[in-house]
């Protein structure tokens, strides 16, 4: 049976981003649905497949997954091929607490640096707490490929979960040219440079809905 991915739009959502890519990345099928956010109908369309009203949801059969981490888990232990997580128990208990670090943190970023796939990339003002999310950003993807630069170019060597969480913070540094460092660049330039990552911005650029709330 086919997975479906509802998602929000492609240009704002960041968090529909996540396990987007996770199956992109493998290569398993899946029916996408885009339910543009923040319409008069948009919370009843989402509700059809979520009481908890938010995007992104898998479903898988009987199955209903909402919460973008939560859906990377289960495909990675749905799809066990995919390797979802480092195979070493230290390196599997870091990218965990790396990836719940995504999930629960870095507010200030998230506020003032929304996910915009259309914004033309530009240096922006930011407060000393973006500065601080920043700082720990950058610290994550050195440290990690330092520790795992030789296996590959993600931040464990191969493409994880923890490269699906972070994702959408690589696209954000690179819309507001965020000072990333050397290493952190590298690791950068490896999303852009994702196919799906591309099919994704120029999807997220063709859409029309103007959010006011996300835009500057």
């Excluded at 492609?10 to 493998?26: A, D, E, G, T, V």
């Excluded at 923040?38 to 979520?50: G, K, L, M, T, W």
């Excluded at 799809?79 to 990218?95: H, L």
């Excluded at 690179?174 to 490896?190: F, I, K, L, S």
Aim: glycine share 6%; aromatic share 10%; charged share 25%.
């Amino acid at each position: 049976m086919t997975l479906t991915l509802i998602i929000g739009n492609k240009n704002y959502s960041s968090w529909s981003l996540r396990p987007w890519l996770f199956l992109k990345h493998h290569g398993i099928a899946f029916e996408e649905i885009r339910i543009p956010l923040y319409r008069e109908d948009s919370q009843v369309r989402i509700a059809a497949y979520s009481p908890a009203g938010k995007v992104p949801v898998l479903v898988d059969g009987d199955v209903t997954v909402w919460d973008s981490l939560a859906i990377l888990e289960y495909l990675a232990e749905r799809f066990p091929e995919t390797q979802g997580w480092p195979a070493a128990t230290t390196d599997r208990a870091r990218a965990r607490s790396l990836a719940a670090e995504m999930h629960s943190g870095f507010a200030a970023l998230r506020t003032h640096c929304g996910m915009n796939c259309r914004r033309q990339p530009a240096p922006k003002a930011l407060p000393a707490a973006v500065d601080n999310d920043v700082a720990r950003i950058r610290q994550i993807w050195r440290e990690c490929r330092e520790h795992r630069g030789n296996d590959g170019p993600w931040l464990f060597g191969r493409f994880t979960v923890v490269d699906a969480m972070y994702a959408p913070v690589a696209l954000r540094f690179h819309t507001y040219r965020v000072e990333a460092g050397p290493a952190a660049q590298d690791y950068v330039n490896t999303v852009l440079g994702h196919p799906a990552v591309t099919e994704w911005i120029v999807a997220g650029k063709a859409e029309t809905e103007v959010i006011p709330a996300f835009e500057e």
